[in-house]
């Protein structure tokens, strides 16, 4: 990687790409190597062999297997080209073309054309021929491929012109480059999946990068969409791009161009991380910039490097997206496919068949040969002990059970350090002189509602830079579906699944549960949880033994003065303490519909979030401490009023309202100091203290919820409550952040003022 590590002088990105170069400089320079990034003398015996092959007619196998994958001689790439891009004895596209100039954007074209001529050495008249040679492919390929012209064919068609091919050549070579490596959707810049994909490989290899640039919010279409769009082209010289070209024809993998966009990443992540002084726009332009340090004896290192990403990375994903590169139409701007899961995905979704195929032991039908695996899957499975021991188990997986992070933390901590040190151990135990990477994928039951705890156990590694994290798509329930579910399962109550029948198996049932058996012996500083249900644990781990009884608002309290007089402030954005765990959830525990209501309203989301009195909409879960379960709510806001609203399972798009809090009752926000998503809501009223001096705050319920985006919703509400505290002429209450021993700091009632996010370093338990 360091080879790659250059920084380009002029600082120029595809200015003057062509100097030097002519239209058919290809043919005259038969005897001409210099380019060629070889030693002459001493590795010359296989560029004759080429030569010799291409004479004879060879196919594609023949030439990649002399050229192993190295940049083509310059006298022989466009012969080579012709057979690596299968166009060789096509015929001539252009012949039956009616020849008119008749698009809307004929204009544009011609200018494009005329513009990307000049930049060649040739003459007058040989660039008149050129132009109208150019000009006529790009306007037949939007009239037959049936979309619009598109301004960076240019810089498809300049590395192509510089090989003196015939027109109808020209058009087949662009038209083969379009569709096979160029991939489609890159100019959505919101939702395109070739972003979505960059972005997850990104993550999977270098999630402390990834977490950076996603905290300055850089997006991979924000710049790498030219380097897609163009295959390399526009960021780099004529010579660079050849000789990156002759190797992608070579390899035929329309997908390494995301591993080389995650190369280009990594290679300057030194630089990129020292750029926490510099704007957003700042960093994009310098992230654009990155290919052009590449010359051209780098692109040999920068392939090979991509391609060992590309080795230790899941497939799934490749066959999954085939269609971004085997598109038989343009977009044309009509409705475009609807984005797979990746583009939304947590991190990597993995299928069933290739987690077992890459399995410490080799017993799984599927197998790879051993000279592919590059990496095993170390499944953690993350459901419940019980569903573990009674449904059964893959013999290696590691069981870590999803709940254990909010009810016992030191438990969970030691769980995951016993988690790391065996997977380490595996490594070091491998067989041969390199050890093969465990890459952890996790296992969920696959039901909706067990989502949300697979989610978070994720999250925390993730948050962890954990490198090789992903998720088995489908979870359990995959895996039950999997024709062979009995063979590679062990530990099944044939009670609790449905039976299936039983499959040929040369492998006896004692020999797996015996290598399983083996493999979780490394595991034995883990912690087993043995537990009923989550039920149980969350609950105990969120409910007061002595809970409060319910509050619920009086005229009075709209009277009252909450925040006058308080030292320190009680309405903050601060770290949640152990003492106040006794007040949440007190109203979603009787199932009552709250302040304000006398019985559970059923409204429709959609026509409810869309009405004029809500302001802001927002989607979480609920933490329910009677049932110790989360809860798919939504949370409105209108001037007045927070309206929380719980899913119907039974009734899709229908909510049932639990609850109308007035703003002026929040009194406190608080947050998780290790969890920043878990954010609980506080309710209260002002009342005289004892000593008679001043007005304290009297806490009587709270709603405790899982917010994704917890420092939008924070900010929002707060905003609200300045705007109503203000238009009922109170005054309004001032903000701190931090410990609660630290002082408060007042500042104006604004409704543009911003809450403050908890500091995610710090390590206290609560």
């Not at 590679?488 to 449905?498: E, G, H, N, Y």
């Not at 030292?567 to 009552?592: L, N, R, T, Y």
């Amino acid at each position: 990687i360091l080879l790659l590590n250059r920084v380009n002088a002029s600082g120029l990105i595809g200015v003057s790409c062509m100097e030097g170069f002519s239209v058919g400089d290809a043919e005259d320079s038969e005897n001409e190597f210099e380019d060629a990034n070889v030693d002459i003398e001493g590795d010359i015996a296989w560029i004759e062999d080429l030569e010799n092959a291409l004479n004879e007619a060879a196919g594609i196998e023949e030439i990649v297997e002399i050229s192993n994958h190295r940049p083509l001689p310059r006298h022989l790439r466009a012969r080579s080209w012709k057979v690596l891009l299968g166009i060789e004895d096509r015929s001539d596209q252009l012949a039956n073309w009616d020849g008119l100039y008749n698009l809307e954007q004929q204009e544009a074209i011609r200018n494009d054309c005329t513009e990307l001529i000049e930049k060649f050495g040739n003459c007058e008249e040989e660039k008149v021929a050129l132009v109208s040679d150019v000009e006529a492919v790009v306007t037949f390929y939007c009239k037959s491929r049936d979309c619009r012209y598109c301004p960076h064919w240019m810089e498809i068609l300049a590395p192509l012109l510089a090989l003196n091919l015939s027109r109808g050549e020209l058009y087949n070579a662009m038209y083969t480059i379009l569709n096979k490596f160029i991939p489609k959707e890159c100019d959505d810049l919101s939702n395109g999946r070739p972003f979505s994909i960059i972005r997850l490989i990104l993550l999977y290899h270098e999630p402390e990068l990834c977490s950076y640039l996603d905290t300055r919010r850089v997006l991979p279409a924000d710049y790498c969409s030219l380097w897609l769009e163009t295959l390399f082209g526009l960021t780099q010289t004529l010579s660079v791009v050849h000789a990156l070209w002759d190797i992608l024809f070579q390899m035929n993998d329309p997908f390494i161009v995301f591993f080389l966009c995650v190369v280009v990443l990594v290679n300057a992540k030194e630089q990129i991380m020292t750029t926490q002084d510099k704007s957003k726009e700042e960093i994009i332009e310098l992230l654009r910039a990155l290919p052009s340090s590449f010359e051209e004896e780098d692109i040999e290192d920068f392939i090979s490097i991509a391609s060992f990403y590309a080795s230790l990375s899941p497939e799934s994903f490749k066959k999954e997206n085939l269609d971004l590169f085997l598109n038989s139409t343009c977009d044309n701007g009509k409705s475009k496919q609807a984005l797979s899961d990746d583009g939304l995905a947590l991190c990597f979704p993995v299928s069933v068949n290739e987690v077992l195929a890459r399995q410490r032991g080799g017993i799984y039908a599927g197998e790879l040969p051993q000279s592919e695996k590059s990496f095993y899957y170390l499944v953690v499975d993350c459901r419940t002990a019980e569903q573990y021991n009674t449904c059964g188990h893959l013999p290696t997986a590691f069981h870590l059970d999803n709940s254990l992070m909010l009810q016992h933390p030191e438990r969970f901590a030691d769980a995951v350090n016993g988690l790391l040190a065996s997977r380490a151990k595996s490594e070091s135990d491998a067989e041969g002189s390199e050890a093969v990477v465990d890459h952890l994928t996790f296992l969920g039951s696959g039901e909706p509602e067990d989502e949300p705890y697979l989610y978070m156990l994720v999250s925390h590694f993730l948050q962890k830079h954990c490198q090789y994290v992903s998720i088995v798509r489908g979870g359990f329930k995959s895996l039950l579906a999997h024709p062979k579910f009995e063979k590679i399962v062990i530990d099944r109550d044939p009670s609790s699944l449905p039976s299936y029948p039983t499959l040929p198996n040369s492998i006896s049932h004692d020999a797996i549960k015996d290598m399983g058996s083996a493999f979780m012996s490394r595991f034995s500083s883990a912690v087993k949880v043995q537990s009923s249900s989550v039920k149980d644990r969350l609950g105990k781990l969120l409910q007061d033994p002595s809970p409060i009884p319910d509050r619920h608002v009086s005229p009075s309290d709209k009277i009252s003065k909450p925040y006058r007089g308080m030292a320190p402030s009680v309405f903050s954005i601060g770290d949640e303490e152990e003492d106040d765990e006794g007040v949440v959830g007190s109203e979603a525990a009787d199932g009552g519909s709250g302040p304000g209501s006398s019985q559970t309203e059923i409204v429709h989301v959609r026509s409810m979030s869309q009405s004029p009195e809500v302001l802001h909409s927002f989607q979480c879960q609920e933490i329910i401490t009677s049932d110790a379960k989360l809860v798919p709510c939504y949370l409105m806001l209108t001037s007045t009023h927070l309206f929380i609203m719980h899913e119907l399972n039974h009734r899709p798009a229908y909510a049932a309202v639990q609850s109308r809090r007035p703003l002026n009752t929040i009194v406190k926000i608080t947050s998780k100091k290790r969890k920043p998503e878990v954010i609980t809501f506080k309710y209260g009223s002002g009342v005289a203290s004892a000593s008679g001096e001043g007005t304290e705050v009297e806490i009587w319920d709270a709603n405790r919820f899982f917010i994704p985006n917890p420092a939008q919703v924070t900010s929002t509400v707060k905003q609200l409550i300045v705007q109503l505290l203000d238009a009922i002429n109170q005054p309004s209450p001032t903000h701190s952040t931090g410990d609660k021993d630290q002082p408060s700091t007042s500042t104006n009632s604004s409704p543009k003022m911003k809450a403050h996010p908890v500091d995610p370093t710090d390590d206290d338990p609560s």
